[in-house]
């Protein structure tokens, strides 16, 4: 059972699409997706330079899977008022 702290992230593209994601370490994870190892998102080859806008600590890996899903669901409308701090995080997973 892993009990350490799981995080939402997420990423804005050159194109300003925008990614999102959940891991322990967000430094780690946008390093990968920038292309330094193998692990980074397909989504995102080619789509660079990435930014990190936004990130939040979530708790355990169980409720970061069902805050990136409900952001994933998110319009990009809404996506931009999470990164904005017009929305709470909070509001997506009570």
Same mark, same amino acid.
């Given at each position: 059972?892993?009990?350490?702290?799981?995080?939402?992230?997420?990423?804005?593209?050159?194109? +300003?699409?925008?990614?999102?994601?959940?891991?322990?370490?967000?430094?780690?994870?946008?390093?990968?997706?920038?292309?330094?190892?193998? +692990?980074?998102?397909?989504?995102?080859?080619?789509?660079?330079?990435?930014?990190?806008?936004?990130?939040?600590?979530?708790?355990?890996?169980?409720?970061?899977?069902?805050?990136?899903?409900?952001?994933?669901?998110?319009?990009?409308?809404?996506?931009?008022?999470?990164?904005?701090?017009?929305?709470?995080?909070?509001?997506?997973?009570?």
């Amino acid at each position: 059972m892993d009990m350490s702290t799981w995080y939402l992230y997420i990423i804005r593209c050159s194109d +300003n699409s925008l990614y999102t994601g959940i891991t322990i370490d967000v430094d780690r994870r946008l390093e990968e997706h920038c292309g330094k190892g193998k +692990n980074g998102a397909k989504y995102l080859k080619g789509r660079g330079p990435l930014k990190l806008e936004f990130q939040a600590k979530i708790g355990d890996r169980g409720l970061a899977m069902i805050a990136e899903i409900k952001v994933k669901q998110l319009p990009k409308r809404r996506k931009e008022m999470l990164i904005r701090g017009e929305m709470d995080i909070e509001e997506l997973i009570d």
